[in-house]
């Protein structure tokens, strides 16, 4: 694990590829294992409501997930971590982990935001129609959910990275 003064690198797979919304030095192709991308956590605030739930994206147990490592200075550690703290992790929707991570073709210890099965925001697997439909419902404080994976996916393919499964979703809801 980096020092908390030497630099270190994030792992994004969702929404901070594409709203980085912190100080960074650079960003390279990453990819992390014993992780994937999946639609597995409920969205009560930023991309639905309680009564009206998004489903958004986490990492999640198992297989792999290509992504973006973001190089975060070291002088910007405090800040950026506790920015992102409360950016991701607010109500427990995900755990902190350092992780070992390959960034362009270097292998690193980065840090990464799981999924937290013990929080109520953990929806699990759901099957396409059932995943389509709460992105197709999704609408809160950040915008529509359906904006956020059209977002994703379409940052997934600049990066010549195709999720077959967000855009089997993606294709359910109309959008794809």
Known sequence: MPTPTDDFWLFAYGSLMWDADFPYAETRPAHLWGY????????????????????????????????????VRGHDRDAVMAHLHRRETSEGEYHLRWL????????VIGAAFVVNHGSDYYAGARPVDEAARMVAQGHGRRGAC???????????REMGIRDQ????????????
């Open 100 to 107: 070992k991570m390959t960034v362009g073709s270097e292998t």
């Open 146 to 156: 359906v904006d956020y994976l059209k977002n994703t996916v379409a940052h997934l």
């Open 36 to 71: 994937h991308r999946a639609l597995c956590l409920y969205s009560f605030d930023y991309r639905g409501t309680r009564k009206v739930p998004g489903l958004v994206l986490g990492l999640d147990r198992g297989g792999s997930c290509r992504g973006l490592g973001f190089r």
């Open 165 to 176: 499964g967000l855009e089997r979703v993606l294709r359910q809801v109309g959008d794809g």
